[in-house]
């Protein structure tokens, strides 16, 4: 019987499992310490609360692996997040609650490592990367009215939010492979409206209508990307294929 060609994984296997470095037990560049605090405080009073936070969350981190060994890279990375929130219930007959939500999160880790192994005099900054966003939304909650067929809440909302991200390298500040992309922006706003119906005290049923505008993301060369942003993940730490992207840039601008 012929024997069966390797398998895509079987092979990738394989390959990961090739022991190219001795370790002795120890992961090389493996490394981390982080810390985080937080503070805030509410304040009750009559038909509402309001209440604030803010949280600084502060990590040090190293890259494991031949390549982040060899370079010693670690992510040194900083945030400070500020959350508040509120409501207030009037004594009204056609508004039920005003409520809110606000945010805003400043973030920026520093990658640092050798631009050359073997010259421990290159140790310093390879790439800088900043997050800045900020985030509201308002919503009103009307009084529950009577359908005949059910109870009917409605609430409606609006959102906005801004969001800017940088990722400089001090490497060759004036070549056109500097850092992993132009500083962009990206503004968005939104608009809801929520409906429950409650036909019995087990039965209910929900309709919502979304509105969304937002504008593409723009760099400094007033390049649009064509598309907006609907998420807005916090990065803790690049990717490994960003990561990859910077060593063999970092390697090409070695060797020219």
């Not at 880790?109 to 990367?129: C, K, M, S, Y």
């Not at 005949?148 to 070549?175: I, K, Y």
């Not at 509105?211 to 598309?227: E, V």
Request: aromatic share 8%; charged share 20%.
């Amino acid at each position: 019987m012929a024997a069966r060609p390797a398998t895509t994984a079987s092979r990738a296997i394989r390959i990961c499992s090739i022991q190219t470095r001795p370790v002795n037990g120890r992961q090389p560049n493996s490394a981390t310490q982080a810390d985080g605090a937080s503070i805030g405080g509410s304040y009750i009073f009559h038909g509402g609360f309001i209440g604030a936070a803010i949280t600084q969350n502060d990590a040090l981190y190293r890259i494991p692996g031949i390549d982040g060994a060899d370079h010693q890279t670690r992510i040194d990375a900083h945030q400070t997040k500020f959350t508040a929130k509120g409501e207030y219930r009037p004594d009204a007959a056609a508004i039920d609650a005003v409520r809110f939500w606000a945010g805003a999160t400043d973030y920026k880790h520093n990658e640092i490592g050798l631009a050359d192994p073997a010259d421990p005099t290159t140790l310093g900054v390879r790439q800088t990367f900043t997050n800045k966003e900020q985030e509201g939304r308002v919503e009103v909650q009307l009084m529950p009215f009577n359908a005949r067929f059910a109870a009917v809440t409605t609430a409606f909302g609006l959102q906005a939010g801004h969001q800017e991200l940088t990722a400089p390298s001090p490497d060759d500040p004036g070549s056109p492979l500097n850092g992993l992309w132009d500083p962009n922006s990206n503004n968005r706003v939104a608009g809801y409206v929520f409906n429950e119906f409650k036909f019995t005290e087990t039965h209910q049923g929900a309709d919502r209508r979304p509105h969304r505008a937002c504008q593409p993301l723009r760099n400094d060369a007033g390049i649009h990307s064509g598309r907006c942003s609907t998420s807005t993940p916090i990065p803790r730490h690049r990717s490994r294929h960003a990561r990859a992207i910077c060593t063999s840039r970092r390697r090409a601008r070695a060797s020219a």
